[in-house]
T-cell receptor, first 111, second 117 residues
């Protein structure tokens, strides 16, 4: 699976959009971009995933560049409860059972 | 559905003791995995299973054994506990089936916090 690079930490003001970047320059054509988050010491929670097109669900939006070498997770209106570690993962669809997590980005949402 | 259930939630062991962390899922997922997370660190894959009777090693398998006799259960055994195994352990399950809205993501349990003295 391709490796990813994320900033170690970011701040965001409550109510503003949080834009979390991820670089995955060695991504292969059949690899998806997945995002998870981990709030405090809970188990990670799936947020969203995509292959080529931008994706949106009730939690977030995922923007993938045309060359697929980077992506951005957007939390449109961050709340204090969005303070968490966010993991960007690149893998083939059938490889969920051996997902390798990196260090992620620690997002601090401030009032 | 309960999802992924881990027991115990907390455990303290002495060096050299053995124990088993239990993991059960009721979603009929074919895949299950064990991760450990040390304080302030990311998750590391210990072992995984792609179906009953089939297991394989992840990033950090030493000191741990697993077995998968049923689809639902995937216990993790510590053979001789060491202080370096003090960590939070997460079990996860997933499926590749495309129906029912499945997206290939991992479903995690709440974690088991293990301290080895």
């Amino acid at each position: 699976d391709a490796k990813t690079t994320q900033p170690p930490s970011m701040d965001c003001a409550e109510g503003r959009a949080a834009n979390l970047p991820c670089n995955h320059s060695t991504i292969s054509g059949n690899e998806y971009v997945y995002w998870y988050r981990q709030i405090h010491s809970q188990g990670p929670q799936y947020i969203i995933h995509g292959l080529k097109n931008n994706e949106t669900n009730e939690m977030a939006s995922l923007i993938i560049t045309e060359d697929r070498k980077s992506s951005t997770l957007i939390l449109p209106h961050a709340t204090l409860r969005d303070t968490a570690v966010y993991y960007c993962i690149v893998r083939v669809y059938t490889g969920g059972f051996k997902t390798i997590f990196g260090a992620g980005t620690r997002l601090f949402v401030k009032a | 559905n309960a999802g992924v259930t881990q027991t115990p939630k907390f455990q303290v062991l002495k060096t050299g003791q053995s124990m088993t962390l239990q993991c059960a899922q009721d979603m009929n997922h074919e895949y299950m995995s064990w991760y450990r997370q040390d304080p302030g660190m990311g998750l590391r894959l210990i072992h995984y299973s792609v179906g009953a009777g089939i297991t394989d090693q992840g990033e950090v398998p030493n000191g741990y054994n697993v077995s998968r006799s049923t689809t639902e259960d995937f216990p993790l055994r510590l053979l001789s506990a060491a202080p370096s195994q003090t960590s939070v352990y997460f079990c996860a399950s997933s499926t590749d089936r495309g129906y029912g809205g499945h997206t290939g993501e991992l479903f995690f349990g709440e974690g088991s916090r293990l301290t080895v003295l």
